[in-house]
């Protein structure tokens, strides 16, 4: 079993930053991937951003000028630095834990960002 702590959500107006972290603990030595999907009431949950555990990182298009995905593997520790934030950002955040070689993700229980003035 793998668990997800995620921190550092809140209030931020438009243009502000925001910086998420998400520590894994339990066993994780099957993990190669983290990362972070974000979902609001009534929409489909949608990938922000992934890391693996060679460092590659992937994000939706409409973050990749903005937010950087980083990882402190010492600690099983990754980190959303969320810059320019627009409303449009505004969801619940889930931190993820992929499992090498299957489909099965765990998840974290979310963590509430909202841009707003």
């Known amino acids: 079993q793998v668990q997800l702590d995620e921190s550092g959500g809140g209030l931020v107006q438009p243009g502000g930053s925001l910086r998420l972290s998400c520590t894994a603990s339990?066993?994780?030595?099957?993990?190669?991937?983290m990362g972070w999907y974000r979902q609001d009431p009534g929409k489909e949950r949608e990938l922000v951003a992934t890391i693996t555990n060679d460092g590659t990182a992937n994000y939706e298009h409409s973050v990749l000028s903005r937010f950087v995905i980083s990882k402190d593997s010492a600690k099983s520790t990754i980190h959303l630095q969320m810059n320019n934030v627009k409303p449009e950002d505004t969801a619940t955040y889930y931190c993820?834990?992929?499992?090498?070689?299957?489909?099965?993700?765990?998840w974290g229980r979310g963590t509430r960002v909202t841009v707003s003035s």
């Open positions: 339990g066993i994780t030595f099957g993990i190669n991937e």
């Open positions: 993820s834990a992929r499992v090498a070689g299957s489909d099965f993700y765990y």
